[in-house]
Structures are given as structure tokens and as C-alpha cells.
């Protein structure tokens, strides 16, 4: 899913609409669009290709106005093409949406039955001609989009204007993160808190079925009942540099180099010359894992690798089961779940929508609690678990996971560390493994120029490490060596 950006200012908002999008651009997309509201009009331009194409069209023709929406599209429903790209129009309605609406064949027929003509082969566009089509009905826009997206199955975040309603957006959200910034007289939307954080730190972040109306100086949270709904507002911690790319050449390598830091900060105020500190996981987490008799990881892409190592090292340290799953599998299965299995959702964004549903279905199977593991606080994963910890790499751009990996990797550490002790692990042998992990982040940090490291506790073999060996392949940016070699754990324990 790629980007929403939306805004209710007093400002001209096109180009901070486009500097959002191009801080959205990372997660890749084939076209981008914005649209307008001014002065009871609505002014759209999108393009196929990049931000800065659009962005072109944009200046060359450039319009005021203090409410807009705009949109990075990875096509799921028609080619990437100007007339699929979004914002989408019907009558005095604009959308952007980001997810997929399952049902929006029987919707887009029942509309056409009606009279609807649509332009795209989107399945987006449906929803702004039911919007429209309630508009017409004599409901204002909240009203309209609430009533739209009780029809609706599948996923959406989306953000609405109306010609009748200026100074509005209304946006909504189910299974695809949508999140208000709060700005000195002005509101925004965005799908992703990178979107705004130039422009402000303070984020509300919505939840399931939620549904925002902002305007330049309100901003108010409905439940799908129609019934207001409190949500707190954070302060974000992503910095603005977080995502500059600095003296690297790119981002991949920069998150490469962040490594030892990133994998010290997960580790930080966690472990202590005593070991692993009580409850990092929760209030109840250290009762609860006492409890547990198996583990079942369920994640996706490179957490699921990440799951696939922390199997080898809980089975041999704690000695307890453990099974690992593609999430995106376990809603179509009857899982057999022994009496008290520990649940393990492992997610870099906790946004994963496999994990999700299967984190949601797992409350029907019966485990004894949930646990995320998760770099993202405020995410949905971390919302809905019992546990929870934290990695701490800070924003992954660089699509093929580096240093999201290792933090994971760390956590799901700390974790066999606490299983383990639990379960008796011998005094000798616990001290010993605290002490290299603790050693991580300096370890990595000797093997630079980037070299392929050995885990304290046993080489990442397999997927993952061949992972860590293309790690190991880039260039060091200020010696400009490269690095090939296996290097192996400086105490030799490596296996
Ligand atoms: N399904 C819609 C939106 C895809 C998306 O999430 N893009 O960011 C489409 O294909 O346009």
C-alpha cells in the first residue's frame, strides 16, 4: 500500500501535500495525484511515474487552495495509468484510497444499473460515487462516508472532499493505517507519520473502523456507529533527519551502518549484569511466559526468517516447542493449538495485514497471550497484543531488510534468554550468552566495514544469512572497501 497525504490549512497546500508524498516515496508506487478545494471547485492533476512528474504538471498550472488530498497508487486494480491514478472524482466528490474493496464488482454494478458512468478501472472509484450518491441523498459528507463504508468489504484508508464542504476532509480506515497530525490552526491525514513529521510531531493515531473529520481548526474521531469516539494524541519520536540519507549513497546502506546502534538501543535498559530485567515484555510478561508450554511464531517476509532463527535458539536453550508460520496462511487453517501456546506476531511496521488477521483469529484458537514484536509503538499489532517488545531500528526504507532484521533478531534474544532462565537454564551458561549479547552491538560494529557476522549463538544459516552475507557486500562509505568474508564471533563461539 502506498500514500495518503491530506490537509485542512490556511495555507496553500499542493506543495506540502507533494513534500508529504515524496516522503511517502520509499514505499514505492507507479503513479501519484493531488486535487484541490477552492473556492467551491475542485482542481485535480496526477501522473503516471514519479511524484516530481506530477509535481511538474502541478507547476506549470499551479492553484491555490487550503484543503486537498493527494496520493502515491501501486496499482492494484487496473494498469498504472493518469486515468487510474487518484485522487478519483464523482459529481462534487474527490477520494484517495489506499487497500483493496473486495466487493467493489457488485458495487460497481449496482452503481452502473443506477446511472454511474465511471472513468477508471479502479476499485476505488466506487466508493467515491457512493459517497457522491449519499451526498445527492441530503447527507453531509461525514454522514455519506460513514455510510458508504458500512457497505464495503475489504481494506481502506481513504481521505474525502467535498465542493459542498469546504475546508473538510474526512477520512476513514479499516485494515490500512490512516492517522491525523495536529498542526498550529491546521489538520492533516496521512497514511504513514514520515508523511507529516516535517510539519508536526503530534499524531493521532486511528484505530480499526475509525473514521476522522478534520477541519482547520477541529478534528473529530467516529466510531462506525456514528458515535464520537476519544483518541490521545502522541508525540511522535520519528525525527525528520531519521529519514535524510546523509553521506550514504543510499538508504539500504546508511540502515546497514545503523546497525550497532540500533541493535544496542533494543537492547538498552532490557539486559543488565544480572540479565535479562523483569517484565520487558509487559506488566504480567514475566507470569505469563512462566506459564507457557509452546511458542507459535506467525510473521511475514523477513520476520518470518526472523521467526525461523529464534525457533533453533528457544528449542535448544528453553527447550520448549516451537512452530513458525507464514501469517498469510493461518486464517485459511484449522491450527491444533496445545494448551497453553504463547501466540508470537513478529512485524517491523505492526501494519502487516496477514499478521493482522491472524493475530485477530488467533483470539478464537485459545492461546494463552498474544506477544508482538514490532518496531513501530503505535501500530495496530502492538495495540491489539498482551506482550509486547519493542525493536528500536527507527524507519527501514531500504526495501530489502537490514537493520529491522537484526533488531528483530535481538528481541527474539532477549526473549530465549527469559524462556530459558525460566526453564532453568544452568547459572554458567546464562551469564555467558547475556554477556555476548550484550557484546552485539560492539561485535557489529568491529566487523565493519560491513562484514557478514556470526550470531553468539550459532551462524544465521540459510535465507538469513545469506541475508547477512549480501549485507556484507556493499561498499563502506568513507573506505570504499568491500568485505566478503564470513567473519566469525570474536569469544568463538560461533557454531
Ligand atoms: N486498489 C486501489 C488502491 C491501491 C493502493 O493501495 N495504492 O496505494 C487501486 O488499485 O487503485
Not at 8 to 34: H, M
Not at 70 to 84: D, M, V, Y
Not at 111 to 128: C, I, K, N, P, Y
Not at 304 to 326: D, F, M, N, Q, T
Request: proline share 4%.
Amino acid at each position: 500500500m502506498c500514500g495518503i497525504v491530506a490537509a485542512a490549512a490556511q495555507r496553500d497546500v499542493a506543495p506540502l501535500l507533494i513534500a508529504g508524498l515524496k516522503a511517502l516515496e520509499y514505499r514505492g508506487y507507479d503513479s501519484a495525484g493531488l486535487a484541490v478545494l477552492e473556492a467551491g471547485e475542485i482542481r485535480r492533476v496526477r501522473a503516471k511515474g514519479k511524484v516530481r512528474e506530477m509535481e511538474s504538471l502541478y507547476l506549470a498550472e499551479p492553484f491555490p487552495g487550503g484543503t486537498g488530498i493527494a496520493h502515491t497508487r501501486w496499482a492494484t486494480h487496473g494498469a498504472p495509468s493518469e486515468a487510474n491514478a487518484h485522487p478519483h472524482i464523482a459529481g462534487r466528490v474527490a477520494l484517495v484510497h489506499n487497500g483493496i474493496i473486495e466487493n467493489y464488482a457488485s458495487l460497481r454494478s449496482e452503481l452502473q444499473a443506477r446511472g454511474h458512468v465511471f472513468t477508471s478501472e479502479t476499485d476505488t472509484e466506487v466508493m467515491a460515487a457512493l459517497i457522491e450518491e449519499q451526498i445527492g441523498k441530503g447527507h453531509g459528507l461525514r454522514e455519506a462516508v460513514l455510510n458508504t463504508v458500512r457497505a464495503l468489504e475489504g481494506a481502506y484508508a481513504i481521505a474525502v472532499i467535498s465542493r459542498d464542504e469546504p475546508g473538510r476532509v474526512v477520512g476513514a480506515r479499516r485494515g490500512a493505517p490512516l492517522l491525523i497530525g495536529v498542526g498550529i490552526g491546521e489538520h492533516f491525514l496521512g497514511s504513514d507519520a514520515q508523511a507529516l513529521i516535517k510539519i508536526t510531531n503530534k499524531i493521532v493515531y486511528l484505530d480499526e473502523d475509525d473514521v476522522a473529520d478534520i477541519t482547520r481548526d477541529s478534528m473529530q474521531v467516529f466510531g462506525l456507529d456514528g458515535q464520537p469516539v476519544d483518541r490521545t494524541v502522541h508525540e511522535s519520536e520519528l525525527s525528520a533527519d531519521a529519514v535524510e540519507r546523509g553521506e550514504y549513497r543510499h538508504y539500504m546502506q546508511k540502515e546497514i551502518f545503523e546497525q550497532p546502534r540500533a541493535v544496542a538501543d533494543t537492547l538498552e535498559a532490557r539486559i543488565g549484569p544480572q540479565g535479562v530485567l523483569p517484565n520487558i515484555f509487559g506488566v504480567d510478561g514475566e507470569a505469563l511466559l512462566k506459564r507457557v508450554r509452546g511458542l507459535h511464531i506467525i510473521a511475514c517476509g523477513t520476520s518470518y526468517h526472523a521467526g525461523l532463527v529464534a525457533k533453533y535458539w528457544i528449542e535448544e536453550y528453553a527447550r520448549l516447542p516451537v512452530s513458525v508460520e507464514v501469517a498469510s496462511e493461518y486464517r485459511y487453517r484449522e491450527a491444533v493449538v496445545p494448551d497453553d501456546t504463547l501466540f508470537i506476531a513478529i512485524s517491523q511496521s505492526g501494519e502487516t495485514a496477514d499478521t493482522l488477521a491472524a493475530m485477530r483469529e488467533s483470539r478464537r484458537r485459545g492461546y494463552l497471550g498474544t506477544l508482538a514484536i514490532c518496531n513501530v509503538p503505535e501500530s495496530s499489532a502492538v495495540r491489539e497484543a498482551d506482550l509486547k517488545l519493542m525493536t528500536r531500528a527507527g524507519p527501514e526504507i531500504g526495501v530489502a531488510s537490514t537493520k529491522a532484521f537484526t533488531t528483530q533478531l535481538t528481541a527474539l534474544a532477549l526473549l530465549t534468554l527469559q524462556l530459558a532462565r525460566q526453564r532453568g537454564l544452568d547459572d554458567a551458561r546464562y551469564s555467558d550468552l547475556c554477556a555476548q549479547l550484550q557484546h552485539l552491538p560492539r561485535a557489529i560494529e568491529n566487523a565493519s566495514p560491513a562484514c557478514a557476522f556470526s550470531w553468539p549463538w550459532g551462524a544465521v544459516s540459510g535465507s538469513a544469512g545469506r541475508l547477512a552475507q549480501a549485507q556484507g557486500n556493499f561498499i563502506h562509505p568513507r573506505r570504499s572497501l568491500s568485505c566478503r568474508r564470513a567473519e566469525t564471533w570474536p569469544t568463538g563461539l560461533g557454531r
